[in-house]
Nanobody, 125 residues
Framework: QVQLVESGGGLVQPGGSLTLSCTASGRFFDINDMAWYHQAPGKERELVADITSYGATNYADHVKGRFTISRDNAKNTVYLQMSSLKPEDTAVYYC???????????????????WGQGTLVTVSS
């Protein structure tokens, strides 16, 4: 069974910084794309940033220049460095990964989506 476990959320003042981590564990063959989403109270979950297995990145417009997504493939971990945080960044942040669970799945390019449990980021003075 594959699990994604996030860490690093918490309370931070406006203008501050925070780094989230998400590590995949369990039995799987390889990890493809990884991403961070957030969901603010009363709103739908939306993409914050994603990164391919080769390191190509994509960001939502409202975080460009403030957030950086990165990954360490050897550690099966994706990071989200957040700086110049604003109150409107307050949300539950979820890690997402598309995983090849077996070698056969990898050879057939069959990816399965997995989600972490979420970590709360609160930006407030």
């Amino acid at each position: 069974q594959v699990q994604l476990v996030e860490s690093g959320g918490g309370l931070v003042q406006p203008g501050g910084s925070l780094t989230l981590s998400c590590t995949a564990s369990g039995r799987f063959f390889d990890i493809n794309d990884m991403a961070w989403y957030h969901q603010a109270p009363g709103k739908e979950r939306e993409l914050v940033a994603d990164i391919t297995s080769y390191g190509a990145t994509n960001y939502a417009d409202h975080v460009k220049g403030r957030f950086t997504i990165s990954r360490d493939n050897a550690k099966n971990t994706v990071y989200l460095q957040m700086s110049s945080l604003k109150p409107e960044d307050t949300a539950v942040y979820y890690c997402n990964a598309y995983i090849y669970t077996t070698q056969e799945a990898w050879e057939s390019d069959v990816r399965s989506p997995y989600w972490g449990q979420g970590t709360l980021v609160t930006v407030s003075s």
